[in-house]
T-cell receptor
């Protein structure tokens, strides 16, 4: 089992560029999440999904979009990247609402 | 508004001794608490959890204690090992909301050989 796979691991963007962070899981989990972690801060929820076709905003959704067309995939789209979006992004999935399985993260720098 | 607080950014402990990591919360609606462990360049991994109806949960070297009246939980690691050196995040689930975990800022544990 690969678990939760995120790509890319690292990326540098210029201000105003767009990109999609990919996330896929092979555990047939209904719940999927995107978090960001800034230095010295906890994990902040960006968006989450309770199943294919259903998404909802978390604590910090501005500047991001998501889609969930399949159970396996939950891509995160950044439109018009800004320096404030420099962070480490983690995708996670879960069977229930408790124990989350995380990917290894994407380190994004916006310059 | 930080609903889950880990006031100690770091902790250093000698190998073999007890490590105690603390977490405070403000929301009385939280019904489930978890601890995650994170190594550099990796995602967090689940360590141990506790329901709000319990006051203690034990798994091997790891024990989590919950004091609901004080809105405080702690993670005890006995005995501490160098491989335990990592960042530990406390997280809480709001029973009134769907599927959302609120994370603390983390505590960096260093276990000295």
């Amino acid at each position: 089992n690969a678990g939760v796979t995120q790509t890319p691991k690292f990326r540098i963007l210029k201000i105003g560029q767009s990109m999609t962070l990919q996330c896929t899981q092979d555990m047939n989990h209904n719940y999927m999440y995107w978090y960001r972690q800034d230095p010295g801060m906890g994990l902040k929820l960006i968006y989450y999904s309770v199943g294919a076709g259903i998404t909802d905003k978390g604590e910090v959704p501005n500047g991001y979009n998501v889609s969930r067309s399949t159970t396996e995939d939950f891509p995160l789209r950044l439109e018009l990247a800004a320096p404030s979006q420099t962070s480490v992004y983690f995708c996670a999935s879960s069977y229930s609402t408790e124990k989350l399985f995380f990917g290894s993260g994407t380190q994004l720098s916006v310059l | 508004d930080q609903q889950v607080k880990q006031n100690s950014p770091s902790l250093s402990v000698q190998e073999g001794r007890i490590s105690i990591l603390n977490c405070d919360y403000t929301n009385s609606m939280f019904d489930y608490f978890l601890w995650y462990k994170k190594y550099p360049a990796e995602g967090p991994t689940f360590l141990i959890s506790i329901s709000s109806i319990k006051d203690k949960n034990e798994d091997g070297r790891f024990t989590v204690f919950l004091n609901k009246s004080a809105k405080h939980l702690s993670l005890h690691i006995v005995p501490s090992q160098p491989g335990d050196s990592a960042v530990y995040f406390c997280a809480a689930r709001n029973g009134g909301a769907t599927n959302k975990l609120i994370f603390g800022t983390g505590t960096l544990l260093a276990v000295q050989p």
